[in-house]
């Protein structure tokens, strides 16, 4: 991969932090039961890659509004993990100190994309 170009939002933290959760989630995820194949395990996937994707995406975007809004849907996509997290829990597919340690990288990404996106928004303004 030396010889290739790094593209720009390879190399934002909250890009690199975001996959390497959407790793865990699938670890996480291979653990419930068959039953969820279709259902919160699909969801809660598709949900965790629309994170690092949605950063992704709005690094291409020309304007500092578009960039904008794919950090927000990458933030609302976090928080539509976490409730689907929360479910797991609810359902006993998911351990206690496996939602807190989820919590905390959910917290940590909000934190950077929040900050992604005030950037963003701040330079619309300026």
Do not use: C
């Not at 653990?31 to 690092?52: D, M, N």
């Amino acid at each position: 991969m030396s010889n290739q170009r790094i593209f720009g939002f390879e190399k934002l933290n909250v890009w690199q932090e975001a996959r390497k959760w959407v790793k865990s989630i699938y670890d996480i995820t291979r653990l419930f039961p068959e039953t969820e194949k279709f259902g919160l395990i699909s969801q809660l996937r598709r949900a965790s890659i629309s994170v690092p994707t949605n950063i992704a995406e709005g690094s291409a975007r020309k304007s500092s509004k578009d960039q904008a809004h794919f950090s927000q849907l990458a933030y609302s996509s976090l928080l539509e993990s976490l409730n689907l997290l929360i479910l797991s829990f609810d359902l006993e597919y998911l351990s206690e100190s496996e939602l807190i340690s989820q919590r905390d990288i959910i917290q940590s990404l909000t934190a950077q994309l929040y900050d992604l996106y005030f950037a963003q928004k701040s330079a619309v303004e300026s």
